[in-house]
């Protein structure tokens, strides 16, 4: 139950990034910072869909502690 949590707010959290991202791009201009942005933002939760297919619980954990070491 706490994954398909972690996935929802992982997919609004994109979509505000998203939206971010068209804005800086858009109206100020801003290409370099906004386009890694928009990497880093939206990987979140692909990283967790991918931890999603874990074989247990204990390798879903360990998906998710080396994706946030790595943030």
Do not use: C, W
């Not at 972690?6 to 109206?27: C, D, E, G, W």
């Not at 074989?55 to 080396?66: A, C, G, H, I, T």
């Amino acid at each position: 139950m706490n994954d398909r949590i972690s996935l929802v707010k992982s997919k609004a959290f994109a979509i505000r990034i998203i939206r971010l991202y068209q804005l800086l791009s858009n109206n100020k201009k801003e290409y370099v910072i906004s386009k890694q942005l928009l990497r880093s933002g939206t990987g979140i939760g692909a990283l967790l869909r991918e931890a999603e297919h874990a074989q247990s619980k204990p390798d879903f954990l360990n998906k998710v502690r080396v994706f946030a070491s790595n943030s």
